[in-house]
């Protein structure tokens, strides 16, 4: 499980982060929903060490990972796809998929090729385009590439951040469709971060409300899609 605990993370004199606390439960999809600027990518980023917290702790599988480097959380088993389908234009789609490999224990990289046709199965059309420039692709096809990227590693837990940024409706289904059958069928923890509160909340076992850096709720998902109150608030809808 990863359990975070009264987590503040500030930029300057701006609290970004403050007194979070959460849990998302072992081959589960728990989603942090949120308006703009309620802190939900700050939260990932400083679950992966990209950003350092102020105060407040975070574990993972019962063990601390704050203050840690990025490398050595992947290597824990955590991936971090970052918001913006962010991939390497000059290389190849193979290539792409490959580099997330690097931070494999040694015990598994022998099993690198392996891992990488499990990624063209779950996105064949990657596949197809595995030769080509990943700056050629299509936002849907690179958002696929950004998080085969990040499963190629076999994560035990995704930090998946706002995957349907700037898609079409039905790529956003493809790519919740093919994450929501990882994770039930591999025992996949999912941290998932999005604006779309219906997409995330259709999707997710558990859900959490961000407003302005603080949890104002933390339910069930199916509970709080139907909380009309809630959605108003704080959803705009």
């Not at 999912?190 to 933390?218: F, P």
């Amino acid at each position: 499980m990863l359990k975070v605990e009264n987590l503040v993370t500030k930029f300057g004199s701006v609290v970004a982060l403050d007194g979070v606390s959460l849990s998302a439960a072992e081959s589960k999809i728990t989603t942090v929903i949120g308006a703009n600027g309620a802190g939900k990518s700050t939260l990932l980023r400083t679950i992966s060490g990209l950003e350092h917290a102020a105060s407040g702790s975070i574990t993972w599988q019962g063990e601390s990972i704050l203050g840690l480097r990025a490398e050595e959380i992947v290597r824990r088993g955590i991936a971090h796809v970052p918001e913006g389908h962010a991939v390497i234009s000059e290389l190849t789609v193979a290539e792409n998929i490959e580099m997330g490999s690097l931070f494999r224990r040694r015990k598994f990289k022998s099993d690198v090729a392996a891992a990488m046709d499990e990624m063209y199965q779950l996105f064949p059309r990657l596949h197809e385009r595995r030769s080509q420039l990943a700056g050629t692709l299509s936002g849907g096809e690179r958002q696929m590439l950004a998080i085969s990227r990040a499963l190629v590693s076999r994560p035990k837990l995704l930090l998946l951040d706002e995957p349907s940024l700037g898609l079409a409706p039905l790529v956003v289904e493809q790519i919740i469709d093919s994450v929501n059958q990882l994770c039930r069928t591999t025992g996949l923890t999912v941290l998932l971060v999005e604006q779309n509160a219906n997409t995330a909340l259709g999707v997710a076992d558990h859900g959490v409300l961000l407003a302005l850096g603080k949890v104002v709720a933390d339910r069930p998902a199916a509970e709080l899609k139907a909380d009309a109150s809630l959605r108003a608030a704080y959803l705009g809808y």
